[in-house]
Structure formats: C-alpha cells, structure tokens
C-alpha cells in the first residue's frame, strides 16, 4: 500500500511536519495553481527536484511554458461542478488503486472561501466513499494539514488520540446530532450544532478522547 500527497493553490507548508508527508508521499498530485509553489520547494523537500506525478485542473493557471514543461503529466479537467481538490482526489482514486492514505497540504490559508470551502469537502469525501480519519477496513486515510492544525471527518463513534492538552475543534453540518465525549475539558454532550463555534477550541484533558455520536452521520475533527 502507498499514499499520496494532494497540493493545493492555497498557503505552501514551511513546517517540518506537512512538509515531510509530501517528502514521504508515493505520489504526488499538484492542483494547476500549485505548480509553480510545490516546483520552488521541491528541492528543499526531496534534497532534488522530484516532478509530481499528475497536474490536474482546467489549467487556466499554468503559464503555456509550464504547460509544454509538464505536459505528460498534465491532467486537463475542464467542468466546474466539482473544485481542483476534489478533481484531485478523484484522480487518485481511479488512478493509484494502491493508495490506502492521502494527505492535503496547501488547501487553506490565503482566501477565507477557498479554506472553509476545502476542508468542508473532508466530510463530503467521507460520505462519499468512506475516506476519513478513521477509517473503516479497506477505506482510505484522509486528511488536511497545514503549519498549524491537522483536519480529518469522522462518520460515526470513535476513539482519537490527540495528546493531552491538544486544542480540539468539533463542526458538523447535522443539527440533529449530538456528540457526548470524554476526555475533554468541555464536553460537548449538550451542545447543539446549529453554528460553527460551538465546539470549536476544546481542550483535551488527557491523551485519548472518546466521542459517541447519538446516530449516523459526519463530524469534522480540528486538531491544532
């Protein structure tokens, strides 16, 4: 089995941690706007200046020189019902049958839109095809990660160790769920989520946290 590292258009890593999943990634698959970032970093990363596997988008980002220079790995997707990570991901999974793990750098920073609309696509991902953080057997390991926080969705009860102390942040689109949890300093077992902020900037209270979802559905988990 292998993994893979998304690159988005968004704020490169300069972190040790983000930046060795990429070194460490069987693939590597770069969103057309992230080119040009990932090629200024590469050589830093890989010690030589490793091309990325595919280049996917509808390429109105590349320059026509970059277009020539990377041309065999050039990914052209010209719809627009679906963003660049998404189209990605996608390619990952009809391509690399052998990837059991993908991690998402340089999805967030820059525009507000763009980060919330990208790590929202975490749960959609996950009802889509079981792709999270925990997943079950045989699905894929999903995440996001920048310099500052590591996101994934949950789909249902689970154990995470986070670290005592570790700031945690819960969000879910469903209303109608609860998430009863132990481990930390709040608990988030009344809160209805009817807002963003209403279980974000938890704190856990010891290495293990435990959440128990009172019926089927996705969570976004927030580790900063």
Known sequence: MSSAAIIGAGAFPRKA?????IRRADRIVCCDGALAAYLRAREAIF???RDPDAVIGDMDSLSPALQERFRDVLVPVSEQETNDQTKAFHHILSQYPDVDEIHI???TGKREAHTLGNAS????YARECGACGVPEPGRIRLDMVSDWSTLFAITGSCRLWVGQGRA????TPDNALRIRSEGLEWPTDDVVFDNWWKATLNRA???EIRLEFSRP???LVILD
């Open 17 to 21: 941690y983000p930046r060795e999943l």
């Open 47 to 49: 010690g030589f200046p």
């Open 105 to 107: 750098l340089g999805a």
């Open 121 to 124: 696509l975490l749960m959609e």
């Open 168 to 171: 945690v942040s819960l969000l």
């Open 205 to 207: 209270t010891r290495d």
């Open 217 to 219: 559905s996705v969570a």
